[in-house]
């Protein structure tokens, strides 16, 4: 089984599926890998949510949700945008005389490969920070569920980031490629800060 832009929408596939095709295949990567996991991260800061919101109804609480949802629609297509994105980079790593069209064409597809990674872990930084929110208006019994989700979304935020650092060094200039790495560090900086943040208030 092939997952890639041709294969259609990678939510389609079962979970079983995608997990194998991860283990065999080149495509989907670390990328789309990390979507999945954010997304399913994300679900379960919104479990907490909607379970705490059962008992006691919030207008705070459901504002929260409504945000979360919001995020779990936008990155979900991020898994199948990450995989044309390398596939469209690899394509055009391969082919042809190392000459001026092939550089633009690398440089170009370099760019999406970028920035689609940083699309991705920047919703993961607003997930973060809406677990952060959340985590006054989650029930104590849900607790738990919210923080693997929010640690599930800052290891996945730290994945994508990955193909930040492999990739910026194709970019077309030293200015992008300095751009494309201070983004990179500070989402990665504020990502350990709010899931220190979200830890230590979960442990009191």
Aim: charged share 20%.
């Amino acid at each position: 089984m092939t997952m890639t832009k041709q294969g259609g929408d990678l939510w389609q596939h079962r979970l079983s599926d995608f997990r194998d095709t991860v283990a065999r295949a080149p495509m989907p990567g670390c990328g789309a890998t990390a979507v999945v996991s954010a997304d399913l991260g994300l679900a379960l800061v919104l479990k907490g949510l909607n379970l705490s919101q059962q008992h006691d109804t919030s207008a705070t609480r459901q504002a929260l949700i409504e945000e979360g949802e919001s995020l779990k629609t936008r990155l979900a297509p991020l898994a199948d945008e990450d995989i044309a994105a390398f596939e469209a980079f690899m394509a055009a790593a391969g082919g042809g005389e190392n000459d001026a069209g092939r550089q633009d064409a690398l440089h170009e597809a370099a760019k999406n490969a970028v920035e689609v990674p940083l699309k991705t872990a920047r919703l993961c930084d607003a997930a973060l920070a809406l677990a952060h929110q959340a985590s006054d208006h989650i029930e104590a019994q849900f607790l738990s569920d919210a923080v693997a989700g929010a640690r599930l979304i800052h290891a996945a935020l730290h994945g994508v980031l990955l193909n930040v650092s492999a990739n910026a060094e194709q970019l077309g200039s030293d200015i992008e490629r300095d751009r494309a790495l201070h983004a990179r560090d500070g989402l990665a900086h504020r990502a350990d800060a709010l899931l220190a943040t979200i830890t230590a208030a979960a442990s009191d």
